[in-house]
């Protein structure tokens, strides 16, 4: 018998415990870029990876007063536990922000959530057997693919143009799967302002793309937390509003208002909602009363749409700024120019490796996100995203102005050596794991 107090035999140095761990948690191995970011997180480096709302544009007077009166009115109800399906004032309010996209739904169907983070988990939580198919676009979010990978899902990629997910790779791609004898669970997709690809699905796509999910008996997740935040002109109505049997919608306040308050919802068919919220209920109980009726109380008496406008102004300057930025100091390279959100999608010539040049552009202090995030299946090395949501216009200057030495250098380098061999051993870690926490 063993002895108590002397290591188990289950596990190894670092970790006692390490064969007792669960097979669905071997999709949460830490990322190698993770030490790479809490660099990249000193003051000197101007961080294009991230995708932390600009909450300094917030009026945090007015917030203060939403969450004073909340404590002064409501202080019993905010401090209690509350309904698994949320906050009804909030539910209520929240029908107001979806309609600004065309949706039409009923309290009764939405489930407040802590943000839309906890919605995916709660899904494909509902959803998800191991070895199920979800199909998702490339690339895609790299906080969904986690939650997916944790589920033990498949995560099959369909291909996108500047006008989104093509709807013929859609068709082929199931039938592909459905000719190997695969069962596809649902279609994720982010039609708005894409996060990482920058690119929003035409208004000609979206019924066929549903058609083609309806046809095949494959349900929709459409997630939308950048929907409002435009530049030119609004995205085309949500793909919930088209069809309400088929697409689970998922939004946030996370970047209209802010993520701290961790509200999220999802809008559900009756069904599916009765099942979310008995998930949410066995997950956390209830989402927290506090911060449903501190954005209640911000929707009811601040001009959250104003304040809206306002983040679209701050971010759009900010697009400007990169994609001029990017016309000057790289120009022989390609990338996408949103209408909206927080992202850009640089392509880099094929032999170059954005993960392998992740140290040098920290050590030339800019940091980005390997493309290889955003891919379930390795690819995207020859990807960044770049995020212009948090620098200044300046600072966004300066760091592609770094970015272009390293990329520059880098393509130096091989052209310099090419053919000698000396490069071979750069080969690439293929492996996704799961992102720092502040990467989405
Ligand atoms: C596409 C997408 N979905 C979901 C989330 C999660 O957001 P939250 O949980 O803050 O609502 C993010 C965050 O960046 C995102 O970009």
């Given at each position: 018998m063993e002895e108590p107090g002397t290591p188990r035999s289950v596990g190894n140095n670092l970790d006692p415990w390490y064969s007792n761990y669960a097979e669905r948690t071997a999709g949460l191995s830490a990322s190698e870029v993770r030490a790479l970011f809490a660099v990249a997180s000193r003051p000197e480096v101007v961080s294009l990876a991230g995708g932390m709302p600009n909450v300094s544009a917030l009026p945090h007077d007015v917030i203060t007063d939403s969450i004073a009166r909340v404590m002064r009115e409501q202080g019993a109800t905010a401090l209690q536990y509350g309904s698994g399906a949320g906050q009804p004032v909030l539910r209520e309010q929240i029908l107001e922000v979806m309609a600004l996209e065309g949706i039409r739904g009923t309290v009764d169907n939405v489930v407040t959530t802590v943000g839309s983070q906890q919605a995916l988990d709660l899904v494909t939580k509902l959803f998800i057997d191991p070895g199920d198919v979800i199909l998702a676009e490339a690339p895609s979010y790299v906080g969904a693919i986690g939650v997916f990978r944790s589920y033990q899902a498949s995560v099959v990629h369909v291909a996108m143009d500047d006008d989104g997910l093509i709807p013929d790779a859609l068709r082929q791609t199931i039938a592909q799967l459905r000719g190997q004898g695969r069962r596809i669970k649902f279609l994720y997709t982010?039609?708005?302002?894409?996060?990482?690809?920058?690119i929003t699905l035409s208004a000609e796509r979206r019924p066929e793309i549903l058609e083609i999910c309806r046809a095949n008996e494959i349900l929709v997740v459409e997630d939308n937390?950048?929907?409002?935040?435009?530049?030119?002109h609004p995205a085309p109505d949500a793909l919930r509003s088209i069809d309400d049997e088929g697409v689970i919608y998922l939004g946030s306040f996370s970047k209209t208002l802010a993520p701290g308050f961790r509200v999220g919802w999802v809008l559900a068919p009756h069904a599916i909602r009765e099942k979310l919220i008995l998930a949410a209920e066995s997950a956390i109980?209830?989402?927290s009363a506090f911060s449903q009726l501190t954005v209640a109380e911000y929707l009811k008496t601040a001009d959250w749409k104003g304040q809206i406008d306002t983040f679209r102004g701050v971010y759009h300057e900010r697009k400007k700024a990169m994609v001029s930025a990017l016309a000057e100091y790289l120009p022989d390279l390609t990338w996408t120019d949103p209408n909206g959100g927080f992202y850009v999608w640089l392509s880099l010539p094929d032999q170059l490796d954005s993960k392998q040049m992740l140290p040098r552009a920290v050590k030339e202090l800019v940091a980005f996100t390997p493309g290889?995030?955003?891919?379930?299946?390795?690819?995207?090395?020859?990807a960044m995203r770049l995020s212009?949501?948090?620098?200044?216009p300046e600072n966004i200057r300066v760091g592609i102005r770094r970015l272009a030495t390293v990329i520059n250098g880098e393509i130096d380098l091989l052209e310099t050596f090419?053919?000698?061999?000396?490069?071979?051993?750069?080969?690439?870690?293929?492996h996704v794991s799961t992102p720092p926490p502040n990467l989405n």
């Amino acid at each position: 018998m063993e002895e108590p107090g002397t290591p188990r035999s289950v596990g190894n140095n670092l970790d006692p415990w390490y064969s007792n761990y669960a097979e669905r948690t071997a999709g949460l191995s830490a990322s190698e870029v993770r030490a790479l970011f809490a660099v990249a997180s000193r003051p000197e480096v101007v961080s294009l990876a991230g995708g932390m709302p600009n909450v300094s544009a917030l009026p945090h007077d007015v917030i203060t007063d939403s969450i004073a009166r909340v404590m002064r009115e409501q202080g019993a109800t905010a401090l209690q536990y509350g309904s698994g399906a949320g906050q009804p004032v909030l539910r209520e309010q929240i029908l107001e922000v979806m309609a600004l996209e065309g949706i039409r739904g009923t309290v009764d169907n939405v489930v407040t959530t802590v943000g839309s983070q906890q919605a995916l988990d709660l899904v494909t939580k509902l959803f998800i057997d191991p070895g199920d198919v979800i199909l998702a676009e490339a690339p895609s979010y790299v906080g969904a693919i986690g939650v997916f990978r944790s589920y033990q899902a498949s995560v099959v990629h369909v291909a996108m143009d500047d006008d989104g997910l093509i709807p013929d790779a859609l068709r082929q791609t199931i039938a592909q799967l459905r000719g190997q004898g695969r069962r596809i669970k649902f279609l994720y997709t982010i039609p708005n302002f894409h996060n990482p690809a920058g690119i929003t699905l035409s208004a000609e796509r979206r019924p066929e793309i549903l058609e083609i999910c309806r046809a095949n008996e494959i349900l929709v997740v459409e997630d939308n937390p950048y929907g409002l935040l435009y530049f030119d002109h609004p995205a085309p109505d949500a793909l919930r509003s088209i069809d309400d049997e088929g697409v689970i919608y998922l939004g946030s306040f996370s970047k209209t208002l802010a993520p701290g308050f961790r509200v999220g919802w999802v809008l559900a068919p009756h069904a599916i909602r009765e099942k979310l919220i008995l998930a949410a209920e066995s997950a956390i109980l209830s989402p927290s009363a506090f911060s449903q009726l501190t954005v209640a109380e911000y929707l009811k008496t601040a001009d959250w749409k104003g304040q809206i406008d306002t983040f679209r102004g701050v971010y759009h300057e900010r697009k400007k700024a990169m994609v001029s930025a990017l016309a000057e100091y790289l120009p022989d390279l390609t990338w996408t120019d949103p209408n909206g959100g927080f992202y850009v999608w640089l392509s880099l010539p094929d032999q170059l490796d954005s993960k392998q040049m992740l140290p040098r552009a920290v050590k030339e202090l800019v940091a980005f996100t390997p493309g290889t995030a955003f891919f379930a299946d390795g690819r995207g090395r020859h990807a960044m995203r770049l995020s212009f949501c948090h620098p200044t216009p300046e600072n966004i200057r300066v760091g592609i102005r770094r970015l272009a030495t390293v990329i520059n250098g880098e393509i130096d380098l091989l052209e310099t050596f090419a053919g000698t061999g000396m490069l071979e051993s750069r080969s690439s870690d293929r492996h996704v794991s799961t992102p720092p926490p502040n990467l989405n």
